[in-house]
């Protein structure tokens, strides 16, 4: 577990360091770059900032092991977001799954990461897009698919199956 968690910080520190493997979001249309707070996620400008109000920057980090990251290196909120992974899911979990890091920044949670943390984020993510229209019942219940071969993270994500019935929940609740 501690070596996740050098592994976590190495990786956010390779993205404030400017490692080669790491850069800044996709561009947006007819601009150079994404505006700090802004990024496209399968194909929507979508942002973040948080507890504090700060904009979140958010990352392309390549061999990132997971889809993404939340993290604050040098009080700078981060979010790293591996291309080669979010790309490959279809866009409404790769919108959950940004949603889902945004959450951790939202709510504060920046240290000791854990179950309750993560289901707190997984909740938070789906009453965003629900509350705004851009997420429905069945497509949160397509999510179980694809968290079935998930058994869970060192982080605290639950197990898959667990998460899709508890995504659901989330889903539900007021």
């Known amino acids: 577990m501690l070596a996740l968690r050098v592994f976590a910080l190495v990786s956010m520190l390779a993205v404030a360091a400017g490692d080669t493997s790491a850069r800044d979001s996709a561009p947006m249309p007819g601009g150079s770059g994404a505006a700090l707070g802004m990024t496209l996620i399968a194909g929507r400008l979508v942002t973040c900032h948080d507890i504090r109000g700060v904009a979140v920057h958010t990352m392309q980090v390549t061999g990132l092991g997971d889809v993404g990251r939340a993290g604050v290196v040098n009080r700078v909120p981060i979010i790293a977001i591996d291309p080669d992974i979010i790309g490959k899911l279809p866009d409404k979990l790769a919108l959950f ?15 000791q990461p854990s179950t309750t943390m993560e289901v707190e984020a997984d909740c938070w993510a789906i009453k965003h897009d629900r509350d705004r229209g851009n997420l429905s019942r069945d497509e949160v219940r397509s999510f179980a698919p694809f968290l079935a071969r998930s058994g869970g993270s060192p982080f605290g994500h639950l197990p898959g199956p667990e998460r899709a019935k ?9």
């Not at 945004?102 to 709510?107: F, M, N, P, S």
């Not at 508890?166 to 007021?174: E, H, I, M, T």
């Open 166 to 174: 508890q995504l659901v929940k989330c889903f539900d609740a007021p």
């Open 97 to 111: 799954f940004f949603q889902h890091e945004c959450a951790h920044h939202v709510l504060g949670h920046w240290f």
